[in-house]
């Protein structure tokens, strides 16, 4: 069965403290792994994907076949990245495009 | 450029009554998805049209249908309301290709009562 997983609900770091953010996957096949991310009264938007390969606002993904694991990381937080971060699948058919498999959330929050 | 836009933005219905939502998408963006967000089931996959045609299709009762139109807008419906139902649903836009961004509209809001 397809499904992401992000074990933790609630992720509390201190200003400047290093994050990871956990996300694992269950597909069979070759997935695409997404992160979005909805902070405060905005939109659901992209944060990053792993095709991309790219740094964005400081975050990093690598995909782990092995693992089957799309982990966040952001070497020193800061407050304007709280907000609520979302992992997400879609299959590797072209097909699948618009079709996203999303784990449950994990609010990130950054304190002072 | 404007962003999806999602109509009507909150809306309460009672049990076995029907509701339509309506999506404007991106312009240029010809696929379009819905996704029903309640805090105990997250994000959930209803369907995708992609040029008027459903590419894809979630787990969800017959209850829920849905449609493209020739410009892209999209509009879902839920027949035979049922409290679970109660939820926020979000409809996502793209240029429809493989790895692509979708772009999120605000959502609506329905209650069921």
């Known amino acids: 069965a397809q499904r992401v997983t992000q074990p933790e609900k609630l992720l509390s770091v201190f200003k400047g403290a290093p994050v990871e953010l956990k996300c694992n996957y269950s597909?069979?096949?070759?997935?695409?792994l997404f992160w979005y991310v909805q902070y405060s009264r905005q939109r659901l938007q992209l944060l990053l994907r792993h095709i991309s390969r790219e740094s964005i606002k400081g975050f990093t993904a690598d995909l782990n076949k092995g693992e089957t694991s799309f982990h966040l990381k952001k070497p020193f937080a800061q407050e304007e990245d709280s907000a609520m971060y979302y992992c997400a699948l879609s299959g590797s058919g072209s097909g699948n495009t618009g079709k996203l498999i999303f784990g449950q959330g994990t609010t990130l929050q950054v304190k002072p | 450029k404007a962003g999806v836009t999602q109509t009507p933005r909150y809306l309460i219905k009672t049990r076995g009554q029907q509701v339509t939502l309506s999506c404007s998408p991106i312009s240029g963006h010809r696929s379009v998805s819905w996704y029903q967000q309640t805090p105990g089931q997250g994000l959930q996959f209803l369907f995708e049209?992609?040029?008027?045609?459903?590419?894809n299709k979630g787990n969800f009762p017959g209850r829920f249908s849905g449609r493209q139109f020739s410009n892209s807008r999209s509009e879902m419906n839920v027949s035979t309301l049922e409290l679970g139902d109660s939820a926020l649903y979000l409809c996502?836009?793209?240029?429809?290709?493989?790895?692509?961004?979708?772009?999120f509209g605000e959502g609506s809001r329905l209650t069921v009562l």
């Open positions: 996502a836009s793209s240029f429809g290709a493989k790895g692509g961004e979708l772009f």
């Open positions: 049209y992609f040029s008027e045609t459903q590419r």
């Open positions: 597909y069979s096949g070759s997935p695409e």
